[in-house]
């Protein structure tokens, strides 16, 4: 199984990707995870773009990524309320075409860090509506980490609890995996 990470925070430093990170490591043994690195550099979504002979490297690139992974971890900070127009930007370019969108029926988890105590909350309720509409197949349950700036030590969430957490919906998020691959 091998996951493909979507991480909001295109900063250095960024503790949403700590979180990304804590969060592979929870994953299964045998499991890998790749960051797609590449959010920056995605044009916004046009359909001017969105045909053969106009479509960017790079919106080519993310969507042979989606479809390679078995499973997406939208990872995602909250800018004024929602999940930042990089990563809505991303779940755009892989929710077309219409019908044959790689993002359709993909298992995916959702998970947010936030400054605030509120850690998160309405963009990770985003990440998982915008993620449903574009088809995935996404978990209801997603973890927050508040006051996110205090919560790492050396990689891991110093709240043992948020960790236990992070832990059940990442595996909650293989066992989705498992679940599609037995029903194909
Ligand atoms: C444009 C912008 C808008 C923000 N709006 C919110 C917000 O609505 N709610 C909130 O809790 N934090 C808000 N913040 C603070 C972010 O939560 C904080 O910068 C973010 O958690 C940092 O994530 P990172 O460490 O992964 O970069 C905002 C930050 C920026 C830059």
Redesign the pocket.
């Given at each position: 199984m091998n996951v493909l990470v979507l991480v909001g925070?295109l900063?250095a430093g960024?503790?949403?990707?700590q979180l990304a990170d804590a969060a592979v490591a929870h994953l299964p043994e045998g499991t890998s995870a790749t960051v797609f690195e590449q959010l920056a550099d995605l044009p916004h979504y046009s359909e001017e773009l969105d045909h053969d002979d106009a479509l960017p490297q790079v919106a080519r690139d993310l969507r042979e990524a989606v479809a390679d992974h078995d499973a997406l971890l939208l990872v995602t900070?909250?800018?004024?309320?929602s999940m930042p127009s990089a990563l809505k930007n991303a779940v755009d370019w892989a929710s077309r075409p219409r019908g044959a969108a790689v993002v359709a029926t993909k298992p995916a988890a959702v998970l947010g860090?936030?400054?605030?105590p509120?850690a998160?909350q309405w963009a990770r309720e985003d990440g998982v509506k915008v993620l449903t509409v574009a088809g995935a197949d996404v978990l209801d349950d997603t973890v927050g980490v508040g006051s996110?700036f205090q919560a790492f030590e050396e990689g891991r969430l110093s709240d043992a609890d948020l960790d236990l957490a992070l832990r059940d919906l990442v595996r909650a998020l293989a066992e989705k995996v498992e679940q599609a691959r037995t029903a194909a």
């Open positions: 925070s900063r960024s503790t949403n990707r900070p909250e800018y004024n309320g860090a936030s400054g605030s509120r998160a996110a």
